[in-house]
């Protein structure tokens, strides 16, 4: 099944990579990345390519735009030396935030990016829990959305679920966190959110039934982590009975270690490896996603149905 799988990792998250490899029974290929005195970048690829399908792992994460440049580099040295097919592993999608124009002459990075993927020679994507469904169509390629939800969900299911309700921070996820409180079968509610600025925002009201409940908020991604501490101070107001975190990508930028630590209430927080996780996080639980990504291509490769890993419903591993 390996014989004609090439694995190549940038250095955004070589760790993601390396487990990927033993998962799939690969060795990571090797490359070079050099720069010149004008900081104009190079990249090798230090593996045959010819006719082989080509896998390039990359999630964009600080420092996001050296990291995309380079995965296209990478993309386009793959194509040049005549790779079959050219799939991006993309873990974290950056700029699925950039997703509408809702301000005068701003650009939509989501798309673009998309559109640089595909002109770098990118034939495939496989990503996971891109901020809105919409992304999924910038894409001029094929993509193969996975979700983390069974994982965190398997990861819940260990603990008495009989007092738990599932709490989005905006109606925007709730979506998700309606899946996600069916996989568990509990209660869901809603927080009624509007963003000041991009690390501080204000929730009005929480929809739903969480007074004397174990809480367990839900978001795609955590970033400076002002949705989620809003949401907790709202939700103590409500005297739930306790409080557990929980997202797909923890990029804890900014001052989120900081806010999340101090928060007593705070039993855990769980996240997937996504993204590198080296933040000295009180109660972080991190849960790998490789074996997801390693399902999805031996999928992939072997020509078979990938759905069956982008639904909320099936839990994957049952």
Excluded at 125 to 131: E, Y
Excluded at 162 to 175: C, E, Q, R, Y
Excluded at 266 to 281: A, C, F, R, S, Y
């Amino acid at each position: 099944m390996t014989d004609n799988i090439v694995v190549f990792s940038g250095h955004a998250h070589r760790s993601f990579a390396h487990e990927l490899c033993d998962i799939l029974g690969v060795e990571l290929s090797p490359s070079r990345l050099t720069r010149f005195s004008n900081d104009c970048m190079q990249v090798q690829l230090r593996a045959n390519c010819r006719q082989k399908d080509v896998y390039i792992v990359q999630p964009l994460v600080p420092p996001t735009q050296e990291n995309l440049m380079e995965l296209l580099m990478m993309v386009d040295a793959a194509r040049g030396a005549s790779a079959a097919h050219v799939n991006v592993v993309m873990p974290h999608y950056a700029y699925a935030r950039s997703d509408k124009k809702d301000a005068p002459r701003i650009s939509l990075g989501g798309r673009l990016v998309a559109d640089l993927l595909s002109a770098a020679g990118a034939t495939r994507v496989v990503t996971m829990a891109l901020h809105a469904e919409q992304v999924h169509g910038f894409f001029s390629v094929p993509v193969d959305h996975l979700t983390a939800l069974p994982v965190i969900a398997s990861h819940f299911k260990s603990r008495d679920l009989s007092n738990a309700v599932v709490v989005s921070p905006d109606f925007g996820n709730a979506k998700q966190a309606n899946n996600f409180a069916r996989m568990l079968g509990v209660g869901v509610a809603a927080g009624s959110k509007r963003r000041q600025a991009d690390d501080k925002v204000v929730i009005d009201t929480v929809v739903g039934d969480v007074a004397g409940k174990d809480a367990i908020l839900l978001d795609d991604e955590i970033a400076t982590a002002g949705s989620i501490v809003t949401l907790i101070e709202k939700l103590r107001d409500l005297e739930v009975k306790s409080l557990s975190v929980a997202c797909t990508h923890g990029l804890f930028t900014g001052q989120a270690v900081e806010r999340l630590n101090a928060l007593d209430c705070v039993q855990e927080v769980v996240t997937t490896n996504t993204v590198p996780q080296d933040k000295p996080i009180d109660h972080l639980t991190v849960l790998s996603v490789a074996p997801l990504f390693g399902e999805a291509i031996r999928r992939i490769h072997d020509g078979e149905s990938v759905s069956v890993l982008f639904s909320d419903i099936d839990t994957y591993g049952e």
